[in-house]
């Protein structure tokens, strides 16, 4: 079992910055790519971003690349996510999860733990 939990979410104006972490406890964290999902309101669960066990890569969402950045620390068992240049449809509940996979898959299927989230609203 892998337990994460996710902080750093609020209310920021459009042009802001945020930085969600998400802290991990359980199983051997360095085994697992991590991912950040987001979901709006009444639409599906979408992949933000993920990264590698070892931190060399990271994958991104075409709407996000450029603005956010995906990092961890496996000394602490946690990983983030640096947002920046932030707009309104950036709004949504941010999700960090564990995929028990080798290489990143986009699919919030093939993410086997999960958090539970927390807000980012983006006002315009």
């Known amino acids: 079992q892998v337990q994460l939990v996710e902080s750093g979410g609020g209310l920021v104006q459009a042009g802001g910055s945020l930085r969600l972490s998400c802290a991990a406890s359980?199983?051997?964290?360095?085994?697992?790519?991590m991912g950040w999902f987001r979901q709006a309101p009444g639409k599906e669960r979408e992949f933000v971003a993920a990264?590698?066990?070892?931190?060399?890569?990271?994958y991104y969402a075409d709407s996000v690349k450029g603005r956010f950045t995906i990092s961890r620390d496996n000394a602490k068992n946690t990983v983030y996510l640096q947002m920046n240049s932030l707009k309104p449809e950036d709004t949504a509940v941010y999700f960090c999860?564990?995929?028990?996979?080798?290489?990143?898959?986009?699919?919030?299927?093939?993410?086997?733990?999960w958090g539970q989230g927390t807000q980012v609203t983006v006002s315009s």
């Open positions: 999860a564990a995929d028990p996979g080798s290489f990143v898959r986009r699919s919030p299927n093939a993410y086997e733990y």
């Open positions: 359980g199983r051997t964290f360095t085994r697992y790519v």
């Open positions: 990264i590698t066990w070892s931190g060399g890569n990271q």
